[in-house]
T-cell receptor, first 116, second 110 residues
Framework: NAGVTQTPKFRILKIGQSMTLQCAQD?????MYWYRQDPGMGLKLIYYSVGAGITDKGEVPNGYNVSRSTTEDFPLRLELAAPSQTSVYFCASSQSPGTSGRDTQYFGPGTRLTVL | DAKTTQPPSMDCAEGRAANLPCNHSTISGNEYVYWYRQIHSQGPQYIIH???NNETNEMASLIITEDRKSSTLILPHATLRDTAVYYCIASLYNNNDMRFGAGTRLTVKP
């Protein structure tokens, strides 16, 4: 199993540009998450999904959109990039509540985004 | 999630036990204590979790006080590879919005 994969690893955007951060997992997890981590800070939840076709906002959703058309993929879309979105973005997945793996969120390696 | 308080940084000698404290005085009865760590700029890694009883796995031990207002993560024989930021989170079992604070930066020294 590759676990949770994210692409790209690094990206520089100009203000106003758009991009999609890709996230995929091969563990058949129903739950998937997007976090951002600013320098020296903890992680903040942007969006999450409890299954294909179902998404919900987290703590900091403004400026982002998500979709979940398959169990495996959970892309994060930035429509009009702003300098405040400069951050490291982590995708994670977990099993459904009530199963033994719900205790654990598995994280991807992250995407480092700079908006200039 | 209940608020958690952790020291910003700690040092530990290689081979010694690392004891990382966490205060969660407002934790509710059905909130679990989770510990994750983040090595350098990698994605966080789950370590352990517990509700009331002390827990142990291959990575660490978790000691929760009887009143559940604080806990301690114990790495029994710290190695240089345990240098990381450790996050303590108090959260409901089925909560999808786990709040990662600033954590404790543990530095294991030779």
């Amino acid at each position: 199993n590759a676990g949770v994969t994210q692409t790209p690893k690094f990206r520089i955007l100009k203000i106003g540009q758009s991009m999609t951060l890709q996230c995929a997992q091969d563990m058949n997890h129903n739950y998937m998450y997007w976090y951002r981590q600013d320098p020296g800070m903890g992680l903040k939840l942007i969006y999450y999904s409890v299954g294909a076709g179902i998404t919900d906002k987290g703590e900091v959703p403004n400026g982002y959109n998500v979709s979940r058309s398959t169990t495996e993929d959970f892309p994060l879309r930035l429509e009009l990039a702003a300098p405040s979105q400069t951050s490291v973005y982590f995708c994670a997945s977990s099993q459904s509540p009530g199963t033994s793996g719900r205790d654990t969120q598995y994280f991807g390696p992250g995407t480092r985004l700079t908006v200039l | 999630d209940a608020k958690t308080t952790q020291p910003p940084s700690m040092d530990c000698a290689e081979g010694r036990a690392a004891n990382l404290p966490c205060n969660h005085s407002t934790i509710s009865g059905n909130e679990y204590v989770y510990w994750y760590r983040q090595i350098h700029s990698q994605g966080p890694q789950y370590i352990i979790h517990g509700l009331k009883n002390n827990e142990t796995n291959e990575m660490a031990s978790l000691i929760i006080t009887e009143d559940r207002k604080s806990s301690t993560l114990i790495l029994p024989h710290a190695t240089l590879r345990d240098t990381a930021v450790y996050y303590c989170i108090a959260s409901l079992y089925n909560n999808n919005d786990m709040r990662f604070g600033a954590g404790t930066r543990l530095t294991v020294k030779p």
